[in-house]
T-cell receptor
Framework: AQTVTQSQPEMSVQEAETVTLSCTYD???????LFWYKQPPSRQMILVIRQEAYKQQNATENRFSVNFQKAAKSFSLKISDSQLGDAAMYFCAYRSAQSAGGTSYGKLTFGQGTILTVHP | DAGVTQSPTHLIKTRGQQVTLRCSPKSGHDTVSWYQQALGQGPQFIFQYYEEEERQRGNFPDRFSGHQFPNYSSELNVNALLLGDSALYLC??????????FGSGTRLTVV
């Protein structure tokens, strides 16, 4: 079974500064996807960024980028130029690339989450 | 284009009762997954429905059951409620490899 670990229960950052959230995972699979989701007080999970394990290049989405270290099973999220709207709970998640149950989009395994506070 | 709609948004039930939560997937999505998120924790996978059948199931007891209708909407039923079932229940819909879209959840409180 796969596990995802986020070792930072809480992080804080000053507005306009950079912060990095950590995530490690454990799997015996070679092909999988990794995600960072943001959950604001509205409770809806919002996809921040996605990384395919077979791609060596780190994913980037505007101010958000990841540092994907496959051998170390590490997947950190860097938020640059932090904004007040970035304050939320952030979850790292894993999904196998193998189809399951006849569907091609299997379950997500989430970490425990990191609460990010942005100070003005 | 409507996203994922869940109802109700909040409800309070008494221990031992039964509850039904509902989810309408995003337009064009045919797969629905349910997650339980305890306060301050990450979501835990309950089960996934595709073509009106349960395709994958997480480590949840049989008290948790579900259903998917021909229009792809889904229900999550929980019988014999326990205090520990108090949580946010999230529904997520998907279509092939297009990614998940999550709803805003139903906050269930068992007293």
């Amino acid at each position: 079974a796969q596990t995802v670990t986020q070792s930072q229960p809480e992080m804080s950052v000053q507005e306009a500064e950079t912060v990095t959230l950590s995530c490690t995972y454990d799997t015996s699979e070679s092909d999988y996807y990794l995600f960072w989701y943001k959950q604001p007080p509205s409770r809806q999970m919002i996809l921040v960024i996605r990384q395919e394990a077979y791609k060596q290049q780190n994913a980037t989405e505007n101010r958000f980028s990841v540092n994907f270290q496959k051998a170390a099973k590490s997947f950190s999220l860097k938020i640059s130029d932090s904004q007040l709207g970035d304050a939320a709970m952030y979850f790292c998640a894993y999904r196998s690339a193998q189809s399951a149950g006849g569907t091609s989009y299997g379950k997500l395994t989430f970490g425990q989450g990191t609460i990010l506070t942005v100070h003005p | 284009d409507a996203g994922v709609t869940q109802s109700p948004t909040h409800l309070i039930k008494t221990r031992g009762q039964q509850v039904t939560l509902r989810c309408s997937p995003k337009s064009g999505h045919d797969t629905v997954s349910w997650y339980q998120q305890a306060l301050g924790q990450g979501p835990q996978f309950i089960f996934q429905y595709y073509e009106e059948e349960e395709r994958q199931r997480g480590n949840f007891p049989d008290r948790f059951s579900g259903h998917q209708f021909p229009n792809y909407s889904s229900e999550l039923n929980v019988n014999a409620l326990l205090l520990g079932d108090s949580a946010l229940y999230l529904c997520a819909s998907s279509f092939r490899v297009g990614g998940y879209t999550f709803g805003s959840g139903t906050r269930l409180t068992v007293v």
